[in-house]
């Protein structure tokens, strides 16, 4: 019988979000460069981060670039009032790797909870397709999912929420760093984040 497995990391909540973002599962643990979102340093979340808000890909690593500077990134998503989770609290992998295609989902996050939490976020923005798929299934399963940087405005629990897809930030989504940057600077800037 195949493992579940809990989600690694409890949901960085800044009190003042205005936007969440939501990706799928963590990799495994032995491609960690830290204990934290997007810790795989195969992954350009935070090259993206870098180049959007400080034109410098390598912001947030560290000096020997073997790694990222957490503290950093924390203290930076404060400021801006970003939180992140990811769209599964359990799920099975198929395979021992960090790919979507191989993520079953066994239970979905609690957005409701997670939104009480964050009184003014109004944006949800999702980084990938299985994310965006999730997401969609919990809040308004009728929506259909939009392009990668595209967005859809739906009602949940009675809140207006603006839902972004994302193109994936993992290095197998084929599309150069800098293109993928620019369609995440659209979306920050569409959230008033710039």
């Known amino acids: 019988m ?3 497995e809990l989600h690694p990391l409890p949901p960085f909540l800044p009190a003042n979000a205005k936007l969440l973002m939501l990706g799928s599962f963590p990799p ?8 934290f979102y997007y810790p795989n340093l195969q992954n350009d979340m935070w090259r993206i981060f870098g180049l959007v808000f400080f034109q410098n890909k ?10 990222f500077n957490q503290a950093l990134i924390e203290d930076f998503l404060r400021e801006k009032g970003v939180a992140l989770s990811d769209t599964a609290s359990s799920v099975v992998r198929l395979r021992e790797n ?22 003014e976020c109004n944006t949800i923005v ?3 397709e299985k994310a965006a798929e999730t997401l ?5 399963p009728a ?3 939009p392009s990668p940087g595209s967005f859809v405005k739906v009602n949940y629990r009675n809140k207006n929420l603006t839902i972004w897809r994302m193109p994936s930030s993992s290095r197998a989504y084929p599309k150069p760093l800098e293109e993928k940057a620019e369609v995440y600077r659209s979306m920050f800037q569409s959230a008033e984040l710039i």
């Open 2 to 4: 195949a493992e579940i």
């Open 28 to 35: 495994p643990k032995n491609r960690w460069k830290m204990d």
């Open 58 to 67: 390598d912001y947030f690593l560290l000096a020997n670039k073997k790694s």
């Open 98 to 119: 960090a790919s979507d295609k191989f993520l079953e989902i066994v239970e979905k996050v609690d957005l409701e909870k997670i939104l009480r939490l964050m009184p």
């Open 126 to 128: 999702t980084t990938g």
């Open 136 to 140: 969609l299934s919990i809040v308004s």
């Open 143 to 145: 929506v259909g999912i």
